[in-house]
Structure formats: structure tokens, C-alpha cells
């Protein structure tokens, strides 16, 4: 059974960092895409990173571009995402996908449960 498990969530001011973190169990994802998705109330879930597993690829959101970092541990079987010089419009649930490389939603086939961040001005 595949599981994927977000941690690190939590409330910080503008100009903060948090660093997200998602523990992937259930199957090998070697030939998987991890990425990172947000949804802010009342708004569609957005792409913001995706890194492929095997051969550490990435690809950035261009609101993240520059300030968020994603990043991986075989070893462990966890995906990071660094988020530094936060923004209140950051403030949303993040979640973490497994599935095929690209942006869209519909190319993700395992989830997890979501943090929240939450960025104060």
C-alpha cells in the first residue's frame, strides 16, 4: 500500500523558511516523478515542484523559482521541499504526489494527506 506522509507544516512570518518534508513507503519510486502541489482556499491545487526520482530533474513553478528548493534522499525514501523568503500568498495546503513527469494533477497517481503553511505578513 502505497503511503506518502507531508510533515513540517506550520505558521511562519513573511521572509521565513520551512522546509517540508514527504516519507514515501509502499512500493519502489525510482522511476517516479515526486512533486509538490498547493491549494489555497477557495483556489484550484497548483503545481509548484517536481523533482524524478532516478535522475534528480526539476522543475519550478515560476512563483516558486529562485526562493523553493526540492530535493531527495534515496537513503531514506523522502523528498524535501525547501521554502525560503515566504510570501502570505504561499499560505496554502501542500501536498505530496508520486507519479509521472510533469505539471499537471492528472499526471499523479499517489498523494498524501497535505501540511499546512500558513505565512503571516
Known amino acids: 500500500q502505497v503511503q506518502l506522509v507531508e510533515s513540517g507544516g506550520g505558521l511562519v512570518q513573511a521572509g521565513g523558511s520551512l522546509r517540508l518534508s514527504c516519507a514515501a513507503s509502499g512500493r519502489t519510486f525510482s522511476d517516479y516523478t515526486m512533486g509538490w502541489f498547493r491549494q489555497a482556499p477557495g483556489k484550484e491545487r497548483e503545481f509548484v515542484t517536481a523533482?524524478?526520482?532516478?535522475?534528480?530533474?526539476?522543475l519550478y513553478a515560476d512563483s516558486v523559482k529562485g526562493r523553493f528548493t526540492i530535493s531527495r534522499d534515496n537513503a531514506k525514501n523522502t523528498v524535501f521541499l525547501q521554502m525560503n523568503s515566504l510570501k502570505p500568498e504561499d499560505t496554502a495546503v501542500y501536498y505530496c504526489?508520486?507519479?509521472?513527469?510533469?505539471?499537471?494533477?492528472?499526471?499523479?497517481?499517489?498523494w498524501g494527506q497535505g501540511t499546512q503553511v500558513t505565512v503571516s505578513s
Open positions: 523533482i524524478r526520482w532516478r535522475f534528480g530533474n526539476t
Open positions: 504526489a508520486a507519479g509521472a513527469w510533469g505539471t499537471s494533477r492528472r499526471q499523479y497517481n499517489y
